[in-house]
């Protein structure tokens, strides 16, 4: 048992390691969300320099730190963060948040790069972000009243605090929780070698110290050397004080535990027990605990990675776009207060979106408009990569618009009287435009582009289900733009989502045309359509290889649990298993106990996590039920195997009158 006890242990201090590299690049993605913030917007670099001095100097008069940070994310398995502070905020950051300058590591999820630099920095690169405060919550909201008295900002926020910081503490309580299990039950085992110790003349202190001696020497090697290599590959020191701190009380609990052997009935050993049968009703209801636990975490989990699985394979539609551009045309912010250029940026949107929509180089997949309840989403032809319904897709059109209406829609004349105005309005079409209306069933669903609203668009795109689609026929409607020959300036609001067909020569025309490349009032912007999802792109990916990693750790556990009992089974049961095995009993019925106690531990497990998730709603009851009866079918396998194991080695020792 002893062996297998430090086994065990290692596998499962690997495990925490190793998810404490994961959890740390999680707690880099999200720390600022400890703290309060609130955004201001600047004008100019001027006024964001004088922002700079009002930070700083309000730093020292209200005892608080401020700083802003900024994220990038370079491809999977690469992301940055960038801090602007004081140097005071910066130490601050550094000693108390454990957010250090440098690279840092993980076995799965890649690498974060941090960096800190001056808020000073932040002038010309920030026109608006958030600013995060560390201090008491007077000073707090004493700065925030000063700041919205000279600059425009948002409504202060308190973040929720992440959940990176109690994942990887409760990692090592859960490990220290199995290691006392372990030496619980090693002392059971224990039983029968100390009462042959103790007649050959050895006294029970000696036993007592040298199994806290071989545990103690036995932990700290391990963990010293999986920390020493395992260091240069994953960053290790988050938490390290509460990680150290976890496994000094453990040692010490598990020293405690070892002097339960002064309390051993030798009756008990003299009579031939060596395992008690209440260590196996113990481990049972442990394993239900662990089943609770195990279910609760894999069908929120599979639920993440199937949810965030479905985002990352809907890039797949956009990356038949990769080569497109973005294009924006922006004032500068000291500008924007004159209310006729603006209309005149607006109009150069409109003039460059006509140029492109005629060429056929423009694609739109725009979901900016609403009637009532219903979300108006505005296609073209080349948007159909985007659809799964048959209805949108496979119709021969024939009209300048067609209009697709939800069946459960009960305003479609408000909806079409909308639609043509709308399409009349950004298109600069007649007010008579040909269309046509198509009702269809559940299930549409397309693929739109965002690149506002952070909050509730945080990808860059959103799916529209269900929801009012107005189809434009470009093979006609370029005709009536063409012989309308005039822009609009109505697209202005989509013209940031719209993807353009162009090539960098094309780009430099427009930006030539239209005096764009040294005004001093409007700036020319264009970016690649992969540049644009790459950064919401790879933060899924990261996010489904530490979801996974979670779920692997919770199987190996379940796995070390199920293959342990089996083992106290047959060291408790081990002539009655034998005596079966002999007389032709089957697997099941030599463990019908066995199976039946798995099976009520997974049926607590399950109907335990499904009342949870009914009340909380963290999960759906039918993704825990599945989860839950797969989880069964996978331990009645592992048990079996271990059944297996076992009876290859156990049986014929004890047919040849050994002892278990």
Request: hydrophobic share 45%; charged share 20%.
């Amino acid at each position: 048992m002893k062996k297998v006890k430090l086994f065990t242990i290692l596998i499962i201090m690997l495990l925490c390691m190793v998810l404490g590299g994961e959890f740390y690049q999680k707690y880099l993605s999200e720390y600022t969300s400890q703290f309060y913030f609130f955004e201001i917007y600047c004008d100019s670099d001027k006024q964001q320099e004088q922002l700079c001095h009002d930070i700083q100097r309000l730093e020292r008069q209200l005892d608080i730190n401020v700083f802003t940070s900024l994220s990038s994310t370079d491809n999977a398995f690469l992301s940055s963060q960038h801090v602007y502070a004081s140097k005071d905020t910066q130490e601050k950051i550094k000693t108390r948040y454990c957010v250090n300058e440098g690279r840092f590591n993980s076995v799965f999820s890649g690498t974060t790069q941090v960096e800190f630099k001056s808020l000073e920095k932040t002038v010309g690169k920030l026109n608006e972000n958030k600013y995060y405060l560390i201090g008491d919550e007077g000073g707090i909201y004493q700065f925030f009243y000063v700041i919205h008295e000279g600059y425009e900002t948002s409504y202060i926020h308190k973040g929720d605090g992440g959940s990176a910081n109690c994942f990887i503490v409760s990692v090592w309580i859960v490990f220290g929780l199995f290691l006392l299990l372990l030496t619980w039950l090693d002392i059971q085992f224990q039983k029968k070698e100390c009462f042959v110790m103790i007649s050959l003349g050895k006294s029970r202190g000696q036993l007592i110290l040298k199994n806290i001696f071989t545990d103690t020497l036995s932990i700290a090697v391990i963990y010293s050397v999986l920390f020493t290599v395992l260091s240069r590959y994953t960053y290790l020191f988050y938490k390290q004080s509460q990680i150290i701190a976890i496994l000094i009380s453990v040692i010490v609990i598990n020293a405690a535990l070892y002097f339960t052997i002064l309390s051993i009935d030798f009756k008990e050993v003299l009579y031939g027990a060596n395992v008690n049968e209440v260590i196996i009703s113990n481990c049972y209801l442990i394993k239900a605990i662990m089943m609770i636990v195990t279910v609760a975490v894999l069908s929120v989990n599979i639920i993440l990675i199937s949810s965030n699985a479905q985002l990352l394979t809907q890039y797949e539609k956009l990356d038949k776009f990769a080569d497109y551009y973005f294009i924006e045309v922006n004032m500068y912010p000291e500008k924007s207060l004159n209310t006729d250029r603006i209309i005149d940026s607006e109009i150069i949107k409109g003039q460059i979106f006509y140029e492109l929509y005629i060429q056929d180089k423009a694609t739109i997949s725009v979901n900016e408009a609403v009637v009532d309840d219903f979300s108006i989403l505005l296609i073209n032809n080349n948007t159909f990569n985007f659809f799964n319904k048959t209805e949108l897709t496979g119709k021969d059109f024939d009209k300048d618009i067609c209009i697709f209406i939800p069946s459960n829609c009960d305003i479609k004349e408000k909806v079409v009287d909308f639609s043509l105005e709308y399409v009349t309005q950004i298109f600069n079409l007649p007010n008579n435009p040909t269309y046509e209306t198509v009702t269809y069933g559940k299930n549409g669903k397309a693929l739109f582009l965002r690149s506002g609203e952070r909050v509730k668009i945080p990808l860059g795109f959103g799916i529209a289900e269900n929801q009012v689609v107005i189809y434009i026929n470009s093979s006609r409607i370029i005709n009536t733009m063409t012989e309308n020959n005039s822009a609009t300036p109505h697209v202005a609001g989509i013209f940031k989502d719209i993807m353009f067909r162009v090539s960098q020569k094309e780009l430099t025309e427009i930006e030539e045309k239209y005096n764009l490349k040294n005004s001093s009032e409007f700036y020319f912007e264009y970016e690649l359509v992969s540049q644009r999802f790459n950064k919401y792109k790879e933060p899924l990916t990261r996010i489904i290889l530490l979801n996974t990693v979670i779920s692997v750790f919770m199987l190996i556990l379940e796995i070390t649990l199920i293959t342990s009992i089996v083992r106290f089974e047959y060291k408790v049961h081990a002539m009655e298993h034998a005596v079966k095995k002999i007389l032709g009993y089957s697997i099941y019925r030599r463990n019908k106990i066995l199976f039946l106690l798995s099976g009520y531990a997974a049926a607590i497990g399950i109907m335990t996590v499904i009342i949870g998730s009914l009340m909380y709603q963290y999960s759906k009851w039918y993704i825990v039920a599945l989860t839950g009866i797969s989880l069964f079918l996978f331990e009645s396998l592992a048990i079996i195997i271990s059944i297996h194991s076992f009876e290859k080695t156990a049986v014929p020792k004890i047919l040849k009158g050994g002892s278990l």
